[in-house]
Antibody, heavy 116, light 107 residues
Framework: EIHLVESGGGLVQPGGSLRLSCAAS????????MSWVRQAPGQGLEWVSS????????YYADSVKGRFTISRDISRNTLYLQMYSLRPEDTAVYYC?????????WGQGTLVTVSS | EIVLTQSPEFQSVTPKEKVTITCRAS??????LHWYQQKPDQSPKLLIK???QSISGVPSRFSGSGSGTDFTLTINSLEAEDGATYFC?????????FGQGTKLEIK
């Protein structure tokens, strides 16, 4: 059974940094693309970033480009999202998902709150 | 950026009713359009991929159609458990985008 478990969320001040992790199990992590999608409180879904399963190419939404970095550690079966220069508008539940295009499986999400 | 516009944004429906949700793209996206269901306090769930391809484990009352700019998610014979918000999602060009969502309330 496929499991995705996010961690690393919390309260951070504007301008601060945070690193989210997503522990994956139940599939061959190295061969699949992975994505981060966020959802601000009471709002819709926003695609944040994806990493290719074939060559680890990375892609970002304009709203986070230059501030967020997606990466993965194959040996740990873990996906990361390093977030810098956080803004109040980055406040959201961050989901990791299996896939680069259709997102088959999602984690339960981790809440990031950017506030002073 | 490709904008996806869903309609309606909200619909109150009764069990056994047939429901149609539409998603219109601001430019042609072929069939790179996926549908998700999100129930309150849950993560989204993939319902349909590439406009019309079914997903294992998803009830057959859910179906999708369309290509280019106009897409439809159809729920035949709605069940009470289908009360949720539904999102379309395009993966043709970056940035990938989602529709604003359609909330279905079960009467």
């Amino acid at each position: 059974e496929i499991h995705l478990v996010e961690s690393g969320g919390g309260l951070v001040q504007p301008g601060g940094s945070l690193r989210l992790s997503c522990a994956a199990s139940g599939f061959t992590f190295s061969t699949f693309g992975m994505s981060w999608v966020r959802q601000a409180p009471g709002q819709g879904l926003e695609w944040v970033s994806s990493i290719s399963g074939s060559d680890d190419s990375t892609y970002y939404a304009d709203s986070v480009k230059g501030r967020f970095t997606i990466s993965r550690d194959i040996s740990r079966n873990t996906l990361y999202l390093q977030m810098y220069s956080l803004r109040p508008e980055d406040t959201a539940v961050y989901y990791c998902a299996k896939g680069q295009w259709e997102l088959y499986h999602w984690g339960q999400g981790t809440l990031v709150t950017v506030s002073s | 950026e490709i904008v996806l516009t869903q309609s309606p944004e909200f619909q109150s429906v009764t069990p056994k009713e047939k429901v149609t949700i539409t998603c219109r793209a601001s430019q042609s996206i072929g069939t790179s359009l996926h549908w998700y269901q999100q129930k309150p306090d849950q993560s989204p769930k993939l319902l349909i991929k590439y406009a019309s391809q079914s997903i294992s484990g998803v009830p057959s009352r859910f179906s999708g159609s369309g290509s280019g700019t106009d897409f439809t998610l159809t729920i035949n014979s709605l069940e009470a458990e289908d009360g949720a918000t539904y999102f379309c999602h395009q993966t043709t060009g970056f940035p990938y985008t989602f529709g604003q969502g359609t909330k279905l309330e079960i009467k």
